[in-house]
């Protein structure tokens, strides 16, 4: 993306997807799946110290859900790595669900997942890991992830929309 003066061949991202089919016995208290790593992206001004945050994404995995052989939704297409200052942000976060349920969008805290001294599991968690939402630094949060200017997704599109106004 060139249009706000800043070549994408100056960021480097790498995707993995892991991909089996497990089968799960039935649990009366369902699943919690996590995947967490270390380390997030040391330019980040808006959390309090970002090498040692860490990310942590989960699904919940109801009865209802194993009972009824349930799929999980997929996003139709990934955001930009960066976005630009004094430019509208309309990005399409949705996601299809090939059982056809209802989806419903929110903006939601990020969670803190491992650390620099921690980067990896040596095995996996069999009970539910610690849940902490990331703290922002002041002027930053859930209803200000880019300080000063709203960060919004419709519940039922998926459109995130802003305006940001700061190069950080």
């Not at 650390?115 to 200000?144: A, C, E, H, W, Y």
Request: proline share 8%; charged share 20%; aromatic share 12%.
């Amino acid at each position: 993306r060139s249009d706000c003066g800043f070549e994408g061949s100056q960021v480097c991202v790498h995707e993995t997807k892991y991909v089996k089919k497990v089968h799960l016995p039935f649990a009366a208290t369902g699943y919690v799946l996590a995947y967490q790593r270390c380390c997030r992206n040391s330019s980040l001004n808006n959390i309090i110290d970002p090498l040692d945050a860490g990310s942590t994404y989960y699904v919940k995995i109801n009865v209802p859900s194993m009972e009824l052989r349930n799929n999980s939704p997929s996003f139709k297409s990934w955001p930009d790595i960066y976005i630009c200052a004094d430019k509208d942000l309309v990005f399409d976060h949705s996601a299809v669900d090939p059982d056809g349920d209802s989806l419903v969008y929110k903006l939601w805290n990020p969670i803190y997942g491992l650390t620099m001294q921690r980067p990896t599991l040596s095995q996996p968690f069999i009970v539910k890991p610690d849940f902490i939402p990331i703290q922002f630094l002041n002027n930053f949060g859930i209803q200000n992830f880019l300080g000063g200017v709203p960060l919004e997704i419709d519940s039922k599109t998926g459109v995130i929309t802003a305006k940001p106004n700061a190069v950080s």
